[in-house]
Structures are given as C-alpha cells and as structure tokens.
C-alpha cells in the first residue's frame, strides 16, 4: 500500500486550474460561485469600505476578496473575505498572504459546509485568528465567532431583517438584509 502524499503550496501554485485551494494537503475546487453569494460577498465588503485605509476606525485594515492565506505546509484556503490590521500588516504582499488575518469571513455554499464550519475553525483557532463570522445567504443569516481564552464564542447571530454592530467593525451598524440583497 503507497502511502498518500499530501500537496503543499507548491503543489498548488503548479496547478493549471483556477479557483482551486488546498485544505488538509489536498487540492480541492472551489464552488460555482452563485448570484446570491456574490451579492453577500460585494456587499459586505462595500459595507466595510470605511475601514480600508489607514485612517480608517480601528487604525485602518486591507480587506480582500478571494484571497489564498498559506498557514501551514498543507493549508492554503482562499477565504471568500479575509482582513488584516495595517498596523500588524503594513503593506500587501503580492501572491498569497503568510500572515494569518485578524478576520475571516466566509460565505457557505452548499456542499461545502463542512469546510466552511468544522475545517476552517479549527484551523483558524490554531493561528490565533480573532474573528471568524459565517453567512448563509440562503438561510439569510450571519453568525460571528470570536476567539476567547483559545476557543470559539459566539457574539452575534443575525437572521433575516437583524441589524448589529458586530467587532472587529463595530464602529458601523451591519443590515443583514440590505448585505443579502433584500434592501
């Protein structure tokens, strides 16, 4: 029996095919992006624009889409929404990122749930991330994680029409409906 020899970033920067990002040491597919995911993912991110910049609140973050983060050897997802502190990460790198982000969001797609709220939280519990909220656009709903004494605790739960001001960005008042497409 050959033993099964795990993918590295290298492996992924080789692979011809796009929207592609290695979890567990394998090379998995990102799903079809579909509309309703999209609307959440350029809302919320056009929500957040105040604090891009360097004088934006809490000292000013880089938020990105789509960004692949490399936290170990065999772990390099691509998170839906992704942001750093400018002051822990003065300037972007170009390529992927090697320093955990102080956020993570991610949007849940159908069949990939698993990775989205067992996989990824562990890993991001495993390199100090601070922030980790979750959208079901179909659901209509937000829940964010904070990481507290090394473990996960939930800090807001928004379902349908909700509105919040949720940390790290709650300097502004989050519309759950309008960041669904519904207002």
Not at 35 to 62: D, K
Not at 157 to 181: H, K, M, S, V, Y
């Amino acid at each position: 029996m050959e033993a099964v020899k795990l993918k590295t970033l290298d492996d992924l920067l080789l692979s011809p095919d796009e929207r592609v990002e290695l979890i567990g040491g394998e090379i998995v597919r990102r799903p079809m992006a579909r509309a309703t995911h999209g609307a959440a993912q350029g809302n919320l991110r056009g929500e957040l624009h105040p604090f891009s910049g360097r004088g934006g609140p809490g000292g000013g973050w880089w938020l990105a889409t789509e960004v692949s983060v490399a936290y170990e050897v065999h772990e390099c997802p691509s998170h839906d929404l992704a942001g750093w502190r400018r002051e822990r990460l003065p300037r972007l790198p170009d390529g992927v990122i090697d320093l955990p982000p102080d956020w993570v969001c991610e949007i849940v797609s159908p069949g990939h749930e698993k990775k989205d709220t067992q996989v990824l939280p562990l890993l991001l519990k495993r390199h100090r991330v601070p922030y980790y909220w979750l959208i079901w656009p179909e659901e209509r709903m937000l829940v964010a994680h904070m990481l507290s004494e090394g473990d996960w605790r939930t800090i807001a739960t928004l379902e349908g029409r909700d509105r919040a001001r949720i940390p790290p960005f709650d300097a502004i008042e989050l519309d759950l409906d309008a960041l669904l497409g519904g207002g």
